[in-house]
């Protein structure tokens, strides 16, 4: 058995974060367990294509990743960032618009593929001593651990073995206890399963179709978003880098189609041309004609939420926590306020020389995210629910409602800073 301060179970965007973030600040011994080889956590998307798996990162998400030392590493590689925000109703002439000019900022955030997140991230952990890392491990098992069991491995760590709730058993037979395991494990948390946290879920049976889409027109380094009758359509605007003429074009999208099963179903199985074609109708030719798509993916879309983030030495952090609909693309956002209020206060609990799993620890994480997470499932609920009603009144309502805040300047300023994490 091997022991540790932390194991961090899940190596994702978030995990990989908190990894960074507690290993920079404190001297707790860190174990990091992901599936994935080391070189996949590494390795960046190709320069001559891109991703279709993209995160719409705030201003707030910028600012821990510069605290991490990886934003720069980012921000060169390939991010493009957005200035505007344009949402409408299809089926009426409500609209509104956000600009990053209204909260005086050069841009509302930036559109960047996960996995360059992530292998920045892994870069800079590759490089800290303090984190031993277990690729292509996944955890089988946590057991309750005893004094006695650990009475031997002991030395390796800042506290006594009676606070070491849990060992993390490997799917090879290692097993690393830790004062704290933390599950950054995503939407099917293996941590969150074992450690028997109960969940408030249901199936939104919708699915959500992404890829990647070159337009006739720029995007203007604008979010486009429309509210269809089956669900919401997004555009996010990406820099496509042509790496033999070295010039950067913006008529590249990344799309997110959120409908029923079945929609999503019979959209992936027609013809590259007739999606086109339904593509360019459904976003009324906003960005003129779709002429390319490639790397089409889905997946169903569950909202779910734990009841508790914690139990005695047991913390969860982004979609392991909570998932939500992507319609207004603030999941990953969620995450990693999760990890950078998890790394305070594990911080905090280093610099008064205690143990990283105590309850007060972990109790102040939760007072401080759930409400924001809870908040932010609210009101994707409410818009789902809203823009889905086909009653004629409530059409009526979404419509006013969007022009008539459109026209409110100091309201729609709380609601952009609110959305960038200003």
């Not at 996944?138 to 709730?165: E, G, K, M, Y």
Request: aromatic share 8%.
């Amino acid at each position: 058995m091997k022991s540790y301060d932390i194991v961090i179970v899940g190596g994702g965007m978030v995990g990989a974060a908190i990894a960074l973030g507690i290993s920079q600040q404190t001297d707790y011994k860190i174990a990091i367990v992901d599936h994935q080889p080391l070189d996949q956590l590494l390795s960046w998307p190709k320069r001559d294509c891109i991703d279709n798996r993209v995160s719409a990162v705030t201003l707030a998400t910028v600012d821990f990743l510069k605290q991490l030392n990886v934003w720069d590493t980012i921000a060169v590689f390939r991010s493009s960032a957005f200035k505007r925000m344009l949402v409408w109703d299809s089926e009426g002439t409500g609209h509104i618009q956000f600009t990053a000019e209204e909260v005086h900022r050069p841009q509302l955030g930036y559109i960047i593929e996960n996995r360059a997140i992530q292998a920045a991230l892994w870069q800079q952990l590759e490089k800290d001593t303090a984190v031993d890392v277990y690729s292509e491990h996944v955890l089988t098992a946590l057991v309750a651990n005893t004094p006695a069991a650990l009475s031997s491995t002991s030395q390796n760590t800042h506290f006594p073995t009676t606070i070491h709730p849990y060992s993390v058993v490997l799917n090879d037979g290692q097993e690393l206890s830790a004062s704290l395991v933390i599950g950054a494990d995503g939407a099917k948390s293996q941590v969150r399963r074992l450690a028997k946290f109960t969940t408030r879920e249901w199936d939104y049976l919708h699915h959500a179709l992404v890829a990647t889409v070159k337009w006739q027109k720029s995007h203007q380094q604008t979010a486009w978003q429309v509210f269809l009758p089956t669900g919401p359509l997004a555009l996010l605007p990406l820099n496509n880098l042509n790496v033999q003429q070295h010039v950067t074009h913006q008529n590249t999208t990344s799309i997110v189609w959120s409908a029923p099963a079945s929609h999503i179903g019979e959209l992936i199985k027609t013809s590259k041309s007739t999606l086109l074609r339904q593509l360019s109708q459904a976003t009324e030719r906003c960005l003129g004609d779709a002429i390319e798509i490639d790397d089409l993916a889905s997946f169903p879309l569950r909202q779910r939420h734990a009841k508790q983030y914690y139990k005695k030495g047991v913390v969860l952090a982004g979609d392991a926590a909570h998932t939500i609909h992507p319609l207004a693309g603030q999941g990953m956002n969620l995450g990693m306020a999760d990890a950078l209020t998890l790394v305070t206060e594990v911080t905090r609990a280093a610099n008064r020389g205690d143990t990283p799993g105590g309850e007060h620890i972990l109790s102040r994480y939760q007072r401080q995210r759930m409400p924001d997470n809870l908040m932010m499932m609210g009101l994707m609920e409410s818009f789902q629910h809203t823009f889905q009603s086909e009653q004629l009144p409530v059409r009526w309502l979404r419509n006013q409602g969007l022009n008539w805040v459109n026209k409110q300047g100091w309201l729609k300023q709380q609601l952009i800073k609110k959305a960038v994490g200003l």
